[in-house]
């Protein structure tokens, strides 16, 4: 075999993503914006990959998390949104079809109060373009042949990777700190690491497809759905290019009729009939699939210094929309922990632990819902319902009505708040002093400028770059000022037992109502960038008393991380020495 010594690349690295998909290169991004040196490589041939095909729908809380990251503009640009959608039976308005969809505009305070429908290829793009523009490429057709760990615990880069060109045939080996397996369902990664990959797949079949159409379907460019009598809930989606996602049900009857061999006309054919009565005309057809529906799901997410995300450890139906998405939770949650370990600031045992207890718990939700979903879809009674009359279509209509469905799904009900037990979302002793709790998501709310007045968000405020942000919502402080001083004295403490602060850490001040200054406000130097809590809208939203104040210690990836009072002496130290060194 041809080798090399002269890699493409600076050798060693902190970390090598197999997979230059949204998730790899997701993860890539993070890692070289918070400091680090990661490989991405994809063995495929993606920088001439047609557009074609794949995920297509961003829900809210993955916009919020893609924006905070500074990631969402180059994708609204491309994408198609929508807040709403019509679901039609027998041509007329009904009930059900994508409930969760309609109407995203009443879910909380996001700003992000909408769908993003762009096919995979294009988000791919954009995040490889800022790869790029961070001096990190990926590596198209390079494939890794395998790897070893050290035993040695003093080295530093312990895993050895053999990576392959697949146009030279050049093989180069790469000395890395941890490996990353973002390929797929089919992840060489985790088959080689001897991770078990546990599940199910049904008898079910869906056919889905990416046309440009004319119809007289009414707002064809909303979110819609047929419930069909004879293909199911068929998707009716808008994507880029003045393009329509087409998904409907493979069912037994149309097994019969044409086996596992559908071509392009037939898919065609079928999607006329599943929106009748709507009229259906294909200008042209880019591309067509039928596959399989089932759950499956790593049993580890991390092993030893072996770590998956996204597809190549959970796989689940499109049915809502839950792949690409999940797996922008998994590269979200991972890449701080992952970049703090690296730097040497973080303890690899619990952060590394915390990633494979939160996405677990959270990825066996979207598993547990989608055998619930992908089964209802289909036109079957999953063991949920085996004691109901009513039929599939009624129930799925009932299943996606649930509130706490649609927040779930929609990714802003997705917390870690019930992963215990968590020194990462670490619950104060005491009464509390907040409503918002450890593990979830961080609320938003609009704030104002000092002397400007302009307003901004609070999200827009807090960017994820990695480190962690002190939140001081500090009252009115005429009030609140002999707490305030009692937090500058932990402040203060805390920064000298922690010299590397700034690399970890960032502080934001709230103040509630107007005034000529921060620290004419404050009595006192602010800490950090200061904003005004004009309505006390902030502090209403993470349930802060304007009278007693408190700090909000939130994770980079925009989760609470701990809620203290201003009077707490010790609490910053306590939280972040249980898992930084």
Same mark, same amino acid.
């Given at each position: 075999?041809?080798? #090399?010594?002269? @890699?493409?690349?600076?050798? %060693? =690295?902190?970390? *090598? /993503?197999?997979?230059?998909?949204?998730?790899? &290169?997701?993860?890539?991004?993070?890692?070289?914006?918070?400091?680090?040196?990661?490989?991405?490589?994809?063995?495929?041939?993606?920088?001439?990959?047609?557009?074609?095909?794949?995920?297509?729908?961003?829900?809210?809380?993955?916009?919020?998390?893609?924006?905070?990251?500074?990631?969402?503009?180059?994708?609204?640009?491309?994408?198609?949104?929508?807040?709403?959608?019509?679901?039609?039976?027998?041509?007329?308005?009904?009930?059900?079809?994508?409930?969760?969809?309609?109407?995203?505009?009443?879910?909380?305070?996001?700003?992000?109060?909408?769908?993003?429908?762009?096919?995979?290829?294009?988000?791919?793009?954009?995040?490889?373009?800022?790869?790029?523009?961070?001096?990190?490429?990926?590596?198209?057709?390079?494939?890794?042949?395998?790897?070893?760990? #050290?035993?040695? @615990?003093?080295?530093?880069? %312990? =895993?050895?990777? *053999? /990576?392959?060109?697949?146009?030279?045939?050049? &093989?180069?080996?790469?000395?890395?700190?941890?490996?990353?397996?973002?390929?797929?369902?089919?992840?060489?990664?985790?088959?080689?690491?001897?991770?078990?990959?546990?599940?199910?797949?049904?008898?079910?079949?869906?056919?889905?497809?990416?046309?440009?159409?004319?119809?007289?379907?009414?707002?064809?460019?909303?979110?819609?759905?047929?419930?069909?009598?004879?293909?199911?809930?068929?998707?009716?989606?808008?994507?880029?290019?003045?393009?329509?996602?087409?998904?409907?049900?493979?069912?037994?009857?149309?097994?019969?009729?044409?086996?596992?061999?559908?071509?392009?006309?037939?898919?065609?054919?079928?999607?006329?009939?599943?929106?009748?009565?709507?009229?259906?005309?294909?200008?042209?057809?880019?591309?067509?699939?039928?596959?399989?529906?089932?759950?499956?799901?790593?049993?580890?997410?991390?092993?030893?210094?072996?770590?998956? /995300?996204?597809?190549?450890?959970?796989?689940?139906?499109?049915?809502?929309?839950?792949?690409?998405?999940?797996?922008?939770?998994?590269?979200?949650?991972?890449?701080?922990?992952?970049?703090?370990?690296?730097?040497?600031?973080?303890?690899?045992?619990?952060?590394?632990?915390?990633?494979?207890?939160?996405?677990?718990?959270?990825?066996?939700?979207?598993?547990?819902?989608?055998?619930?979903?992908?089964?209802?879809?289909?036109?079957?009674?999953?063991?949920?319902?085996?004691?109901?009359?009513?039929?599939?279509?009624?129930?799925?209509?009932?299943?996606?009505?649930?509130?706490?469905?649609?927040?779930?799904?929609?990714?802003?009900?997705?917390?870690?708040?019930?992963?215990?037990?968590?020194?990462?979302?670490?619950?104060?002793?005491?009464?509390?002093?907040?409503?918002?709790?450890?593990?979830?998501?961080?609320?938003?709310?609009?704030?104002?400028?000092?002397?400007?007045?302009?307003?901004?968000?609070?999200?827009?405020?807090?960017?994820?770059?990695?480190?962690?942000?002190?939140?001081?919502?500090?009252?009115?402080?005429?009030?609140?000022?002999?707490?305030l001083t009692s937090f500058r004295m932990e402040s203060d403490a805390f920064t000298k037992l922690y010299p590397r602060h700034d690399e970890v850490l960032t502080y934001t001040t709230l103040i509630v109502g107007q005034g000529i200054g921060a620290a004419e406000s404050l009595g006192q130097q602010p800490w950090g960038m200061t904003w005004f809590d004009h309505s006390a809208a902030a502090h209403?939203?993470?349930?802060?008393?304007?009278?007693?104040?408190?700090?909000?210690?939130?994770?980079?990836?925009?989760?609470?991380?701990?809620?203290?009072?201003?009077?707490?002496?010790?609490?910053?130290?306590?939280?972040?020495?249980?898992?930084?060194?």
């Amino acid at each position: 075999m041809p080798h #090399s010594t002269q @890699p493409p690349f600076v050798d %060693p =690295v902190d970390v *090598v /993503v197999v997979g230059g998909g949204p998730i790899g &290169t997701l993860l890539g991004v993070q890692l070289a914006k918070f400091g680090c040196r990661p490989l991405v490589i994809e063995k495929d041939d993606k920088a001439n990959a047609p557009v074609y095909g794949r995920a297509t729908t961003l829900w809210p809380r993955t916009l919020e998390m893609y924006d905070q990251l500074d990631l969402l503009d180059p994708l609204l640009a491309m994408g198609v949104i929508s807040q709403t959608g019509m679901n039609f039976r027998h041509g007329n308005l009904a009930p059900g079809g994508l409930v969760f969809a309609y109407g995203m505009d009443k879910h909380g305070e996001t700003s992000c109060d909408f769908a993003l429908h762009l096919r995979q290829r294009l988000t791919e793009r954009a995040f490889e373009h800022e790869l790029a523009k961070l001096h990190q490429p990926v590596l198209h057709l390079h494939q890794l042949e395998g790897w070893t760990e #050290s035993v040695d @615990p003093a080295d530093p880069y %312990p =895993v050895v990777c *053999v /990576v392959r060109n697949l146009v030279s045939g050049l &093989t180069y080996r790469v000395k890395t700190r941890y490996l990353v397996g973002a390929d797929g369902g089919k992840s060489f990664v985790r088959k080689t690491a001897g991770i078990p990959f546990e599940g199910e797949r049904s008898a079910s079949k869906w056919i889905r497809m990416d046309a440009l159409v004319k119809t007289n379907m009414p707002n064809s460019r909303m979110l819609n759905s047929v419930q069909s009598d004879t293909h199911g809930l068929v998707l009716f989606c808008p994507i880029d290019e003045g393009k329509t996602r087409i998904g409907y049900v493979y069912n037994d009857s149309l097994k019969e009729k044409y086996g596992d061999q559908v071509t392009a006309e037939i898919a065609m054919e079928e999607a006329k009939k599943a929106v009748a009565p709507f009229s259906l005309e294909f200008v042209t057809l880019d591309w067509h699939t039928l596959y399989g529906i089932g759950q499956c799901m790593a049993t580890t997410f991390v092993q030893d210094r072996v770590i998956l /995300v996204g597809d190549a450890c959970h796989t689940h139906s499109s049915g809502s929309a839950q792949g690409l998405n999940t797996g922008s939770h998994d590269a979200i949650n991972l890449g701080w922990k992952l970049a703090l370990i690296c730097k040497g600031l973080g303890m690899a045992d619990i952060l590394l632990d915390s990633y494979n207890q939160e996405r677990k718990s959270s990825v066996q939700q979207v598993v547990d819902n989608d055998r619930i979903i992908a089964t209802l879809i289909s036109g079957h009674l999953p063991p949920k319902f085996a004691h109901r009359t009513e039929s599939p279509r009624d129930l799925l209509t009932e299943w996606f009505d649930n509130s706490r469905v649609q927040a779930f799904t929609l990714g802003l009900g997705v917390g870690y708040e019930s992963v215990t037990p968590s020194v990462i979302n670490r619950t104060a002793v005491g009464p509390p002093i907040a409503t918002i709790k450890p593990g979830e998501r961080a609320a938003d709310a609009t704030i104002s400028r000092i002397g400007t007045h302009e307003l901004t968000r609070l999200h827009r405020v807090l960017r994820n770059t990695g480190r962690f942000h002190i939140v001081v919502f500090a009252g009115t402080p005429s009030i609140t000022k002999d707490g305030l001083t009692s937090f500058r004295m932990e402040s203060d403490a805390f920064t000298k037992l922690y010299p590397r602060h700034d690399e970890v850490l960032t502080y934001t001040t709230l103040i509630v109502g107007q005034g000529i200054g921060a620290a004419e406000s404050l009595g006192q130097q602010p800490w950090g960038m200061t904003w005004f809590d004009h309505s006390a809208a902030a502090h209403t939203a993470y349930g802060i008393d304007v009278v007693a104040g408190a700090v909000v210690v939130l994770r980079p990836d925009g989760h609470v991380g701990t809620v203290i009072g201003l009077d707490d002496r010790g609490a910053l130290s306590n939280y972040f020495g249980a898992f930084l060194h």
